[in-house]
């Protein structure tokens, strides 16, 4: 059974930053993709960022310029590194992996974390 654990989330002011972390636990699996996505009040949850096997990145239009990705696959944990946070970014973050376990292939999602940008 794989399950996915995030952390990192918080209370930050405006301009600070965070790190969040996604570890995959269990045994007999490897994770292709992985990405963040986020869900704020009254939205559709939307794309973050993800990250290939191989490190290729894809970032949506709020994260540019300001978050970084990265995959440490050795320890199955992605990670999401948020700079210069903004109001705006105040939603609860899930991480999703795409796990291979032999021929099989899907989709799993963490729990959330919730991450509030406040003065």
């Known amino acids: 059974q794989v399950q996915l654990v995030e952390s990192g989330g918080g209370l930050v002011q405006p301009g600070e930053s965070l790190r969040l972390s996604c570890a995959a636990s269990g045994s007999g699996f490897s994770i292709d993709a992985s990405g963040w996505y986020r869900q704020a009040p009254g939205k559709q949850r939307e794309l973050v960022a993800r990250i290939t096997r191989g490190g290729s990145t894809v970032y949506g239009d709020s994260a540019k310029g300001r978050f970084t990705i990265s995959r440490d696959n050795a320890k199955k944990t992605v990670y999401l590194q948020m700079n210069s946070l903004k109001p705006e970014g105040t939603a609860v973050y899930y991480c999703?992996?795409?796990?291979?376990?032999?021929?099989?292939?899907?989709?799993?999602w963490g729990q959330g974390t919730q991450v509030t940008v406040s003065s």
């Open positions: 999703k992996a795409v796990v291979l376990a032999g021929a099989l292939r899907n989709d799993y």
